[in-house]
């Protein structure tokens, strides 16, 4: 299993702007790639699994975008990813975007999965 802040977001449906967004760090071919590189080694996104079509899903807002939060303007840059056997046992995963809305949150919020062992 590897999870946290991969600051990479993988594909088009985990950025809110993918267009304007494509040569950004976080979310630039070459990254998106070597990231790709890895899942190859036999990782699974547990999160897409279970939302393998879901858009607007982000885990980061960037603090200088407005309202960014509300507006729906973030990034899937904190995964989730396990080997398929393990992946195939995930029960559900989620983001929990309240969290976010709190006082003096931290710029990501928590991602999280179940599992059934």
Do not use: C
């Not at 802040?5 to 630039?28: G, M, Q, S, Y």
């Amino acid at each position: 299993m590897w999870v946290g802040d991969f600051n990479v977001a993988p594909e088009p449906i985990d950025v809110h702007d993918p267009k304007r967004l494509r040569n950004h760090v976080d979310f630039h071919p070459g990254a998106r790639a070597a990231l790709e590189q890895i899942r190859e080694w036999g990782f699974e996104d547990v999160f897409r699994l279970h939302h393998p079509d879901e858009p607007e899903q982000y885990t980061f807002w960037d603090y200088r975008v407005r309202d960014a939060v509300r507006r729906r303007l973030g990034w899937r840059v904190d995964h989730i990813w396990a080997t398929e056997p393990l992946a195939r046992k995930s029960t559900g995963a989620w983001i929990d975007v309240e969290a976010r809305l709190t006082e003096r949150p931290s710029d990501h919020t928590f991602l999280v999965a179940e599992f059934a062992l």
